[in-house]
């Protein structure tokens, strides 16, 4: 918990809190982590309700409007059959890629924010294979090491394996469809 905050319960329900403290979800674009607290606080001004949300992997802390998750995409992680259909369908997964650097950079970059895991996929398997045959550019590479932290870091929450374990077995499952 953070020092100085003051946690509340907050009522789930329409306009209210969707989860509660110790629920496993997901930000669209940094991955999956825990609720660690609710807390009331004045920010910039502005008095509101926030997810303390905090990432196992790395240590992030967030501060999230509760108002604004919605609108944000947070959400509660895929279960552990939804995430080994996912390393299951990796394989055989399309990927289309847009020569044009930058429509294809805006292109995964919207496809990261939609928070689907299987968009998140897509782009690890794009940019790997675009690596593995010219390269990446520098916003690419960084690219490339966000999604792979966000796919990896929702199915070790989800099946409850070692990050190191996940991350060999979605590269496994990248290099296993680039053969064929």
Do not use: C
Not at 7 to 22: D, P, Y
Not at 101 to 119: I, P, V
Request: net charge positive.
């Amino acid at each position: 918990m953070i020092a100085g905050t003051r946690h509340r319960t907050i009522r789930k329900g329409k306009g209210l809190a969707m989860f509660s403290i110790g629920d496993l979800v997901v930000h669209p674009m940094h991955g999956a982590g825990v609720i660690d607290g609710i807390v009331h606080e004045k920010i910039a001004g502005n008095a509101q309700d926030y997810y303390v949300f905090k990432m196992p992997a790395g240590g992030l802390v967030l501060k999230i409007p509760i108002a604004n998750s919605r609108t944000i995409g947070l959400r509660g992680i895929v279960t552990q059959p939804e995430a080994q259909r996912l390393l299951a369908s990796i394989p055989s997964m399309e990927v289309q890629e847009n020569s044009n650097w930058n429509k294809r950079y805006r292109e995964n970059m919207e496809k990261l924010k939609s928070g689907d895991l299987y968009e998140v996929a897509r782009v690890v398997k794009s940019l790997m294979r675009r690596d593995r045959q010219r390269g990446l550019s520098t916003g690419e590479r960084k690219m490339l090491h966000n999604a792979r932290q966000i796919l990896i870091s929702e199915i070790v929450l989800s099946t409850q394996t070692d990050y190191k374990e996940v991350e060999a077995e979605v590269d496994h499952a990248m290099l296993r469809s680039s053969a064929q």
